[in-house]
């Protein structure tokens, strides 16, 4: 209120509070020794944030939007420490993580984990501009591309012209192997931050699902360097859970006060009759993910067994999938999304059970919207979430720039948003278009199946692929839709009772986010769809041309040798680890006879195939004779055996090219499906 002091401290706060500024003024001290040990500048760090803990603690802030506030603390410990929920061996040098507004602030966190971590930190000691950026004022960015289909990180992780191997770098590629883990252990998280430390100055990241994103060199010896990280801080203390990368469809309940134990609800946008999105939603209740998000790149996928019944929380009859999914943007027709194809699918439900074919049927579904400052129902995009354009045009990275604000009241100090990631706009390149348009999509599908690891013997993994080819064919020929991710995770397991009493299993082939009609032009390999271990030959090459139903089997293929590989599940897999490890590989193995002679036919029937052209088979380009009237020469008219041999001219044919045409194609898809 006008007149009234925004802070009120005590004594005791202010002695806490020059204490810690103290402690810190070796880090902030433009005349101090730029080399020290790294450890020494753990303390540092936690000091600075527990200063700004406690001032924000002291202000006289709003009670009535208190819910959204949390506490940002640092790890309390001297050195780095290893996550106790982490199944790696790795160290962090330090963490923030994500605690009630309520707790005491202390020292920090005693044993810091990644399920309630919102930030990696990690540190070096060299803080000279040479080591982690040329100038601070450069337009510095720190890039690391993931689109589908296995992107890869560029060597130079700076566009300033950083070393790949400064200290900058070496943080930049530890903060990308260990955000991974707070996707994996955080299953409402949908971005990301990390922080890096060389020497004195301090760079924020933001991980999205296509690419890193990090401020410029923030120097803690300057004024305006904490200025900028103290205002990151603070907001990520007063901001929505949505801003600091939460999904806020998707609550995390402890019941164990009510008896119920710990569980999900997740809230899932509702269909009307007609299969349209509505503003409301449903409750879903579940236990745990069976799917959890595994990289730090990518579109984050988690799959929940669920009920929309707490009661019936135990016994789950719906899965429930969230996902990072890509939308169409700009000019020219528009893509169907995974949940158009899915009420396509229900709408010839009919049509497949009566092949016998199994597909899975839309309940829910519709993308997550959140209530942004103004109170407006918003849908969670890339454009919503980073800003105006982030989306389809990527620049280089400036430092940050808070505008000072002339108002002091509490509500200016809640309302202004996340240190902004200012992108130059005007020149655009060919790095700009690193950011892909998503949508944090929900859907709710039935029936419920299990992972394709819980087959239990060879046989039942031979009839879930033959269940997974059949209703790909069905998919194409009925709804006229490629489904181009086929993989170990896209394949589920399902099992039910028979009329006469016994249990049958049977596959159902799921995730259609980059399924798309065939005769769309844009059906393209330098898309790179698919997933990384399981793409075709032709789509790990970036083929120009168009793929086909081929691809895919190709992939159900890979699927196959992957799992006889490295077992069918998980007790398998255990028993063929440890025989690798010991070198004992004779004794003890898992019998799987079946799967060795089924791969083989497959093979025999994408590359061996012999009722197809010799020029169709392999992977290898033979040389074959043509006249060169074919090759764009004019034929000679003399019949003599000496001009006939020099009209002939050695053309190099592509296999993996020729297969895709008519009719080899079609000899090949019979082929394979039989």
Same mark, same amino acid.
């Given at each position: ?139 510095t960015s720190s890039r690391t591309s993931s689109r589908a289909g296995g992107g890869t990180f560029p060597a130079g992780l700076s566009a300033s012209g950083v070393p790949p191997k400064s200290n900058i770098g070496a943080a930049h590629g530890q903060l990308v192997r260990y955000t991974r883990q707070i996707y994996e252990h955080q299953h409402s998280r949908f971005y990301s931050w990390g922080v890096t430390s060389c020497g004195s100055l301090v760079r924020v990241y933001l991980f999205g699902p296509d690419c890193a994103m990090s401020t410029a060199d923030l120097d803690m010896r300057t004024s305006a360097g904490r200025k900028d990280f103290v205002s990151w801080l603070a907001n990520m203390c007063l ?145 919503? !979430? *980073? $800003?105006?354009? #982030?989306?389809?045009? %990527? @620049?280089?990275?400036?430092?940050? +720039? ?102 049958? !299993? *049977? $596959?159902?082939? #799921?995730?259609?986010? %980059? @399924?798309?009609?065939?005769?769309? +032009? ?112 004019? @034929? ?37 499906i039989e």
């Open positions: 209120a006008p007149g009234q002091p925004l802070l009120q401290i005590s004594d005791d706060v202010l002695h806490r509070l020059r204490s810690l500024a103290q402690g810190l003024r070796p880090w902030v001290d433009c005349k101090a020794a730029a080399v020290r040990q790294e450890k020494d500048l753990y303390p540092y760090f936690r000091k600075l944030v527990l200063f700004v803990m406690e001032c924000l603690k002291a202000l006289l802030l709003s009670t009535t939007i208190r819910d959204h506030y949390r506490l940002i603390l640092p790890y309390s410990g001297v050195g780095d420490f290893k996550p106790k929920d982490s199944l790696e061996n790795f160290k962090l040098d330090q963490a923030l993580s994500i605690r009630p507004w309520c707790d005491v602030i202390g020292d920090g966190v005693d044993e810091p984990c990644y399920i309630d971590m919102l930030a990696v930190v990690e540190m070096k000691v060299d803080d000279t501009p040479k080591a982690s950026s040329r100038t601070n004022s450069s337009r901001c929505e859970d949505r801003v600091r990368g939460f999904i806020p469809s998707m609550k995390h309940v402890d019941g164990t006060t009510g008896g119920k134990g710990a569980y999900w609800e997740l809230h899932v946008p509702m269909l009307d009759s007609h299969g349209a999105e509505t503003d409301k939603t449903r409750v879903y209740y579940s236990r745990d993910p069976s799917f959890v998000a595994s990289s730090t790149f990518g579109r984050h996928t988690r799959g929940f067994p669920a009920s929309a019944s707490l009661a019936n929380i135990d016994d789950p009859d719906v899965f429930v999938k969230v996902a990072w999914q890509y939308a169409d943007q700009g000019p020219g027709p528009t893509r169907k999304t995974e949940i158009q194809h899915l009420l396509d699918i229900r709408h010839k439900s009919a049509s497949a059970a009566h092949h016998g074919v199994n597909v899975p049927i839309i309940v829910d579904g519709g993308t997550v919207k959140a209530v942004d400052r103004d109170g407006c129902r918003v849908c969670l995009t890339s454009d919503t !979430v *980073y $800003g105006k354009d #982030i989306a389809t045009r %990527y @620049a280089a990275v400036d430092d940050l +720039s808070i505008p000072a604000s002339k108002d002091n009241s509490s509500s200016s100090v809640r309302s202004r948003p996340p240190p902004p990631f200012n992108l130059h706009l005007d020149a655009p390149t060919k790095e700009q278009k690193l950011l892909s348009l998503r949508k944090v999509n929900m859907l709710a599908t039935t029936p419920l199946c299990q992972p394709l690891s819980s087959v239990q013997t060879p046989d039942e993994l031979i009839v879930v692929l033959a269940d997974a080819t059949r209703a790909h064919n069905w998919l194409l020929t009925e709804c006229g839709l490629l489904h181009r991710d086929i993989s170990s995770n896209n394949i589920l397991v399902g099992r039910r009772n028979t009329d006469g009493g016994d249990s049958e !299993v *049977y $596959g159902l082939l #799921i995730d259609y986010d %980059y @399924a798309i009609n065939p005769s769309d +032009s844009r059906l393209s390999r330098p898309e790179r769809t698919g997933t990384l271990p399981f793409m075709s030959i032709l789509t790990l090459e970036a083929h120009p041309g168009q793929q086909t139903e081929l691809d895919d089997f190709e992939s159900l293929f890979y699927v196959l040798c992957f799992q006889a590989t490295f077992g069918i599940n998980k007790k398998d897999s255990a028993v063929l680890k440890l025989a690798h490890e010991t070198m004992d590989l004779k004794s003890g193995l898992p019998n799987y006879r079946d799967l060795k002679v089924l791969s083989r036919e497959l093979y025999d029937a994408l590359f061996a195939n012999p009722d197809v052209d010799e020029c169709c088979r392999g992977t290898s380009g033979i040389v074959t004779e043509a006249p060169h009237s074919q090759v764009g020469s004019p @034929a000679k008219e003399d019949g003599g055996l000496q001009d006939l041999f020099n009209d002939l001219t050695l053309v190099t044919v592509d296999p993996m090219v020729e297969r895709t045409k008519d009719p080899a194609k079609k000899t090949l898809v019979s082929s394979f």
